[in-house]
């Protein structure tokens, strides 16, 4: 059964009502002209009808193309262009109006009621006016389980977002393959879902995973945004099963570590185990799991490989950056540069209308290039970072930033992001993050008192850092405090809120110049959010007695004057 959530409480949808209406609107695709290779794109949050499209269109044998409802009306309108659709399906006559349909639009169709009949849409409950399971039912068992029935695009970490072709069978490989002995779902089971259903780790593992299975899956709608929310709508299902990336897992911790009084309603004795994704899940995260007998189980792949590629074993202890075992059907080969290549029935066909990105990932070795680089340990896949994510310091010494990255955030609860820089610099330098829900849960309204004990706390987590760490250089000599949350709006985490580096870099760059090259040209908001590590006696460039090693006790640290918002920009 499928159960949504919302302000007027519950809406359940049986399987039967689902099958039916999902053959009535693919009645109304066919009337409208879609076939074969066809592509629908649908732009909503999660809901019950963005799920009926799906399933319409797959039994045609068109494409479904998911795109996120909350990225800017200009990315929006580039996607749906290269998508190329014939049928478009939004959430309501405010998006319609933020975007231009392409020429091939045959048809566009609002899940929510439209206000007036003279918006060029049609109405979601229009298109169902007739029952037609039986007939969808036995055009779907003719679609070729190879041919694609769903694109979807890549977050965009590293450049622009490709349209990923992934197939009937792509998907239900890895449903055979999870179901071969790394999990147990079953009817039971109750999944409490706010991944986005337009990106692989939501709308492929999750969703399909409750599906297959038989689970309740239940749509979030707090959007693992309003924490509020969730935790209320968490107290009313309490899953058995939760599929989360770290922040989340991060807040949950979090609060009952401040709120002991709700530890037996989050962590009950039916929640059977947790998967984590997207980023790794730190150390202290995942002990804090173990210690309640909750296990948590890790996995690694990518848009491209449906997601899934390997799990870690729930029996085994976790060791940061350990992403686990091959899923069953599913080959790994590190290459010589540490590339991880995956070769099985999960690989996509390719990039829609992408030639050139395809022959680079799949360039007729057998196997799917996937951009990380990683090594063994043991039998098991130990993830390192991306390879473009790789530099060289000034003196050629070359840097792995991500594992120096993982291993300050695991030392500090109060960093949320932290950011390794340097490529071509003399000495490295990070850009941290605050995890303000930390930061206010622990100290509510008492500013002073957090300004104090995080600042305090971030300068000896870096100082113990680089008393322990044996590779001199890749010892961090200053770090800025940024004091303000990455967002999804400015283009600095994906949908997935993995965190887009480059896009953070270039943001960031009054802070790296405070750093770098500080001069009487450098804005003294980034300077005094600078804390140098050594020694610097160069006096302040506004004439003060202050050296520039001192810059940071000038004004406010770790919060702004004005709070925990940008220096220099907009929330």
Known sequence: MLRELGSDGPRDTTWREFAAQVGAFAAFLEASGVSRGDRVVVISPNRSEMLIAEFAAAGLGAIHVPLFAGYSPEQTQTLLDHADPVMLVVANVRQLKRLAPPAGVRAVVSLDPLPDRTTPALEFRTTLAASAASTWLDRAATVDPKLPCLMLYTSGTTGLNKGVL?????????????????????????????????????????????????????????????????????????????????????????????????????????????????????????????????????????????????????????????????????????????????R????????????????????????????????????????????????????AEKVVPTTLEQAIASRNPYIRHVIVAGEGREHLSALIFPDFFRIEQEFGTDREAAERAVKASLRDTLLAFN??????????????????????????????????????????????????????????????????????????????????????TCAGFVFDETGPNPVGGAT
């Open 467 to 552: 008393g322990e760490h044996p590779v001199k250089y890749e010892r961090i000599q200053a770090f800025a405090l940024v004091s303000r949350e990455l967002s999804i709006e400015d283009q600095e985490l994906t949908p997935s809120l993995k965190v887009r580096f480059r896009n953070v870099l270039e943001s960031s760059a009054g802070y790296l110049e405070a750093i770098y090259q500080p001069t009487a040209d450098c804005d003294c908001r980034f300077l005094r959010k600078v804390m140098r590590l050594t020694p610097d006696d160069r006096r302040c460039f506004l004439g003060g007695e202050r050296r520039l090693d001192q810059c940071h």
């Open 344 to 395: 099985g029935p999960n690989v996509m066909s390719g990039y829609f209308r992408d030639p050139e990105a395809t022959a680079r990932a799949l360039p007729g070795d057998g196997w799917f290039h996937t951009g990380d680089v990683g090594e063994y340990a043991g039998t098991a896949l130990r993830l390192l970072t991306r390879k473009d994510r790789v530099f060289k310091l000034l003196n």
């Open 166 to 342: 992934l197939s009937h069978d792509n998907l239900l490989s890895q449903q055979r393959a999870l179901s071969a002995g790394v999990w147990a779902i079953g009817p039971s089971d109750r999944l409490l879902s706010y991944l986005p259903w337009h990106h692989s780790f939501g709308g492929n593992f999750e969703k399909f995973a409750a599906l297959a299975n038989g689970a309740l899956l239940v749509i979030d709608d707090s959007q693992g945004r309003h924490f509020d929310r969730l935790l209320a709508n968490w107290k009313a299902i309490r899953p058995t099963v939760y599929f989360s990336v770290p922040k989340l897992f991060q807040q949950l911790v979090t609060h009952v570590e401040i709120h002991r009084e709700d530890e037996a309603l989050i962590f009950h004795p039916g929640l059977r185990f947790v998967f984590t994704a997207a980023a790794p899940l730190p150390a202290h995260l995942s002990r804090f799991f173990a210690a309640r007998g909750i296990p948590v189980q890790e996995g690694w792949g990518l848009t491209e490989t449906s997601p899934c590629c390997t799990v870690t074993d729930p029996d085994e202890a976790r060791d940061p950056g350990v992403v686990g075992y091959p899923i069953p059907g599913v080959t790994l080969r590190l290459a010589g540069d540490g590339e991880i290549l995956v």
